[in-house]
């Protein structure tokens, strides 16, 4: 399953935005959705094609309050992401998957509210490793108010923010290390050669 991931621009609440308009809402209708990081929509789709597909169909809202739009597809790579211009260049076979490591953009993630003691009270989990995360239900508020009542007495919520993205290019298959700040988890996204360098 390719995964597909919408974080909003810091101005606007994404949820609100995307599900309280009906024609964003209902071209997500089918999919159950995720809060994998703050402020952010994630979902499954079947292929990278029908990735792509979505995110052309929601372009205006795109355009308006999405800051990065991710797709995570298993036959590139298990836990690196591909940016929606680069998922949509191995969409039309412009791009072999082999070809796609060389760019990189890297995000720094930290931990948004109360942090847990140990890995086995958060379950272990990434934020970015395929596990399930907060779920968004037609019944949800969608502002986000009740993210956190729907925890089990003893559980600390976890979420995540993106920040300060790293450029780097890959060198005999490795990356820079991260070194913007300090933070405990990063994540990759792999980047066109244009947008690399604009």
Known sequence: MTRVCLIGTADCNLQYELLSRETSRDALATYDLERPFENSI?????????????????????????????????????????????????????????????????????????????DAERGGEQPFDGAEREHVGEGDDVDGADADSSDSPGTVPTQWRLVEPLYVRRTDGELPEYDLRDVEETLVVRLTESEHAP
């Open 42 to 118: 994630a979902l499954r789709t079947v292929s990278i094609g029908a990735a792509v597909s979505l995110l052309n169909d929601l372009n205006w809202y795109l355009t308006r309050f999405v800051d990065v739009a991710l797709v995570q597809e298993p036959s590139v790579s298990d836990d690196e992401w591909l940016s929606r211009s680069l998922a949509t260049d191995l969409r039309n076979g412009t791009l072999e998957p082999r070809e796609t490591d060389k760019f990189c953009t890297v995000y720094g993630l930290e931990r948004v509210g109360s942090e847990p003691e140990s």
